[in-house]
């Protein structure tokens, strides 16, 4: 069955920021899937995974690809990314070693934008390269997508229609068409964008932060791992 993944570590970000996950994907995507949140946290209804390895923030990604985490075909989403259509299409992607946007930042960190990727989830050479060199890897790149861009450099299927709220929709105003995930970077967060082609898909979100009790979920039939 595909597994849906997420990480919740650290405090970046309320924990409102998983069951709004969780629900836009449900609504996005109709093909039978397990949500999973690899974190350390008690999350009622959501099916949580124990990290492989306590990497210290946006390193926890790599984990994803540590032998037992995936074991099926894998989708990623970074938690501060808003659904916007249907992502059925990604599924497809699942097949490749690794499929991830292009990075469209102009900072200079890499070609692999790691807030979407899909893969098989039998790939473990990111893990199995950074395990042992991990201090000074972390020391020496920026984080994960800079890992990964060293490790694959353009090898890897580009995933369309992934986008970024500061380049492709806050100029315009709108959602493009061809956008079925819109992803953030700095600030502002989901939360905190007013304007309303964002804002309409972040009520559940924004619910859950003002009342500090996010809306639970029914637990997946597998319950936690």
């Known amino acids: 069955m595909l597994n849906v993944f997420c990480v919740f570590w650290g405090d970046k970000y309320d924990k409102s920021y998983v069951y709004a996950l969780k629900e836009m994907v449900e609504?996005?995507?109709?093909?039978?899937?397990?949500?999973?949140?690899?974190?350390?946290?008690?999350?009622?209804?959501?099916?949580?995974?124990?990290?492989?390895?306590?990497?210290?923030?946006?390193?926890?990604?790599?984990?994803?690809f540590s032998?037992?985490?995936?074991?099926?075909p894998s989708l990623y989403f970074d938690l501060d990314v808003v659904i916007t259509g249907n992502i059925d299409y990604l599924v497809?992607?699942?097949?490749?070693?690794?499929?991830?946007?292009?990075?469209?930042?102009q900072s200079g960190h890499g070609g692999i934008q790691s807030s979407v990727m899909a893969w098989s989830g039998n790939w473990f050479e990111p893990f199995r390269q950074f395990k042992p060199k991990s201090a000074e890897i972390m020391g020496r790149l920026w984080g994960d997508q800079e890992y990964l861009t060293?490790?694959?450099?353009?090898?890897?299927?580009?995933?369309?229609?992934?986008?970024?709220y500061k380049y492709h929709v806050?100029?315009?105003g709108v959602v493009p068409d061809d956008m079925k995930v819109c992803t953030f970077h700095g600030k502002p967060d989901p939360h905190e964008?007013?304007?309303?082609?964002?804002?309409?898909?972040?009520q559940t979100l924004v619910s859950g932060i003002k009342s500090g009790t996010p809306n639970t979920c029914e637990l997946d039939s597998t319950g936690t791992d």
């Open 92 to 105: 497809d992607y699942t097949k490749n070693q690794l499929a991830a946007p292009a990075n469209w930042a």
């Open 150 to 164: 060293e490790l694959l450099g353009d090898n890897f299927e580009k995933l369309p229609g992934i986008g970024s």
């Open 170 to 172: 806050r100029p315009f």
């Open 193 to 202: 964008v007013t304007d309303n082609c964002i804002s309409q898909y972040t």
């Open 67 to 72: 032998p037992g985490i995936a074991t099926g």
């Open 27 to 64: 609504k996005n995507l109709t093909v039978e899937h397990r949500f999973k949140c690899i974190t350390k946290t008690n999350l009622p209804g959501i099916n949580t995974v124990k990290p492989f390895v306590p990497y210290r923030g946006w390193w926890q990604k790599i984990g994803l």
